[in-house]
């Protein structure tokens, strides 16, 4: 497991690149969310439990989940339990959100992510999202999605 403590360049030099949806991607953003004070903060405001669901991909199927509640955020590989939302998408659709050649909403609506579960539920957590959305960029500047 990789230990992710420092974010920026200096990470990079330190850890190296990592592949998208790899184990060490999984392990670099799990520690993260880990070492978010936002996220852990928000966690005694919100309950929500989120699977992904990336299909096509270089290693296959690759599933991981966030779950937030009783005070804790936590991500990692494997389905959300309890799941309120699960998003499926292909490899391709993932890459594309990703790296921002492809807009979230849009491939919502044109049904490139496949999404069920309480959409309210991702409504009202929007500010875990944003937060999320900050841990990601950083572990992004470290990843290659080939």
């Given at each position: 497991?990789?230990?992710?403590?420092?974010?920026?360049?200096h990470a990079?030099?330190?850890m190296?690149?990592?592949?998208?949806?790899s184990?060490?991607?999984?392990?670099?953003?799990t520690a993260a969310?880990?070492?978010?004070d936002e996220?852990?903060?928000?966690?005694?405001?919100?309950?929500?439990g989120v699977?992904?669901?990336?299909?096509d991909?270089?290693e296959?199927?690759?599933?991981?989940h966030?779950q937030?509640?009783d005070?804790?955020?936590?991500?990692?590989?494997?389905s959300?339990?309890?799941?309120d939302?699960?998003?499926?998408?292909t490899?391709?659709?993932a890459v594309g959100v990703a790296t921002?050649?492809?807009?979230a909403?849009?491939?919502?609506i044109?049904?490139?992510?496949?999404?069920?579960?309480?959409?309210?539920v991702?409504?009202q957590?929007?500010?875990?999202?944003?937060?999320?959305?900050?841990v990601?960029r950083?572990v992004?500047?470290?990843?290659?999605?080939?």
């Open positions: 497991m990789l230990e992710f403590v420092v974010i920026g360049e990079r030099q330190t190296g690149v990592i592949r998208y949806l184990l060490e991607w999984l392990d670099a953003l969310v880990a070492a978010n996220l852990q903060r928000l966690a005694s405001e919100y309950t929500l699977t992904q669901a990336v299909t991909g270089p296959g199927t690759v599933v991981y966030l937030v509640g005070g804790a955020a936590r991500f990692g590989a494997g959300a339990f309890p799941e939302v699960r998003m499926e998408q490899w391709e659709t921002g050649t492809l807009n909403q849009e491939a919502f044109k049904g490139r992510i496949l999404l069920t579960g309480g959409q309210q991702l409504m957590s929007q500010p875990v999202f944003a937060a999320l959305d900050a990601f950083t992004r500047e470290l990843t290659e999605y080939t």
